[in-house]
């Protein structure tokens, strides 16, 4: 995965790109120390996660940095690398659709499991919020699901390859319900083809619910 770090300090984006490249799996394809460099460079270079800071004293805060890029890329993630822990930053992180929150003080192993969580379309939060806050957090963000809780799960099991059979044999219903489910699915969301059904999944976290 290409990997973008923007951080105005660049003692930590030095020692950031050095875990970075111990990681087989990512290439980092720059740095930025403001916003408005950020932008320039991933407008240029398309880079798959982008490790943000917050405070960037210099021009563009963290947040209006991600929107602005986020609004021009569609597939980009943005991780949050920051040494804020407080509610209001992972509540505002949350409301700006942020894809990964990390702490600077996290582990390396921490870094490595956000940067593949959100490349492979997961969210990564990891913050000393308890965990039942941090998910109340995210249900009174998103808007009520259309579907239903069979609807979902029929969903899910469509995105983890499940065919018919094998999801009615899970379910307990006959493959002609399922197909009826999806069918109900398809015109509720308006779609038509299975990989926008993928997508929404993706999009709506429900790949999550594993």
Known sequence: MKVLIVDDHDLIRKGIRLLL?????VEVIGEASNGCDAITLALKHHPDVIL?????PTGLDGFTTAKTIMNELENVKVIVLTMHDEEIYVQKAIQYNIHGYLLKNSQTNDLHEA?????????FYR????????EKMFAEKEPKSPLTNREREI??????????????HKLKISPKTVENH???????LGIKEKH???QYALKNHIADLV
């Not at 943000?52 to 960037?56: A, E, I, Q, R, Y």
């Not at 940067?115 to 969210?123: F, S």
């Open 21 to 25: 490249e111990g990681f087989p799996d």
């Open 52 to 56: 943000l800071d917050l405070s960037m």
């Open 115 to 123: 940067l593949q969580a959100v490349y492979y379309g997961k969210r």
């Open 127 to 134: 913050t000393h919020i308890p965990k039942e806050r941090l």
């Open 155 to 168: 969903v899910r099991l469509t995105f983890l390859g499940y065919t018919n059979s094998q999801i009615a």
């Open 182 to 188: 999806k069918t109900n699915i398809m015109q509720k």
């Open 196 to 198: 926008e059904l993928i």
